[in-house]
């Protein structure tokens, strides 16, 4: 069974760092591309940021030059880190494979 | 970008009547390898994360009652539920993956009427 596990959502102050996880199990990780997709409260969803199976990434306008997307391979886990945090970003996060696989999400919160 | 745009926002259907909603995306997301649409559609429901429905315009993804159907062409689609069940009480979202910067509609809640 396929299983997306995201953690490391919390209530963070604007301008401050925070990096999300999500461990991946149920498949060959390092065979697939992987996805975040954020999700405001009470609004749709919005892709920020996708990393190869060779590691190429991209990333949304919104969250250039701030949101870094990783993976380790080896630990079969896609990571998030997020700095310059801002209200905005006030969101629960998916980790996404493909089309097919979303986890349950974790929450962030920026709130001074 | 490439922009996706949903209609209605919210549409009320008797229970066993047909829902349709429609997306329309400003560009061709036409996947020249296969010549196939990369829109998708999914299912999400409160607390939940969202649910595949369909791909490639119009291919049910796995488990997916056959009452859910998808269509259309070039930069007009549409997901029909051709009998709407009360578990189909849900937002949907259409999405493009013609690039890897993927985009959503704005979404459609369905309700029963």
């Known amino acids: 069974e396929v299983q997306l596990l995201e953690s490391g959502g919390d209530l963070i102050q604007p301008g401050g760092s925070l990096r999300l996880s999500c461990e991946v199990s149920?498949?060959?990780?390092?065979?697939?591309?992987m996805s975040w997709v954020r999700q405001a409260p009470g609004k749709g969803l919005e892709w920020i940021t996708a990393?190869?199976?060779?590691?190429?990434?991209y990333y949304a306008d919104s969250v250039k030059g701030r949101f870094t997307i990783s993976r380790d391979n080896s630990k079969n886990t896609l990571y998030l880190h997020m700095n310059s945090l801002r209200v905005e970003d006030t969101a629960v996060y998916y980790c996404?494979?493909?089309?097919?696989?979303w986890g349950q999400g974790t929450l962030v919160t920026v709130s001074s | 970008d490439i922009v996706m745009t949903q209609s209605p926002d919210s549409l009320a259907v008797s229970l066993g009547e047909r829902a349709t909603v429609n997306c329309k995306s400003s560009?061709?997301?036409?996947?020249?390898?296969?010549?196939?649409?990369?829109l998708g559609w999914y299912q999400q429901k409160p607390g939940q994360p969202p649910k595949l429905l369909i791909y490639?315009?119009?291919t049910r993804a796995p488990g997916v009652p056959d009452r859910f159907s998808g269509s259309g062409s070039g930069t007009d689609f549409t997901l029909t539920i051709s009998s709407l069940q009360a578990e189909d009480v849900a937002f949907y979202y259409c999405?493009?993956?013609?690039?890897?910067?993927?985009?959503f509609g704005q979404g459609t809640k369905v309700e029963i009427k």
């Open positions: 990393i190869s199976k060779s590691f190429k990434t």
């Open positions: 560009q061709s997301i036409l996947y020249n390898s296969n010549n196939k649409n990369s």
């Open positions: 999405q493009q993956y013609s690039t890897p910067q993927w985009t």
């Open positions: 149920g498949l060959t990780f390092s065979n697939y591309a």
């Open positions: 996404v494979k493909d089309l097919d696989y």
């Open positions: 490639w315009a119009s």
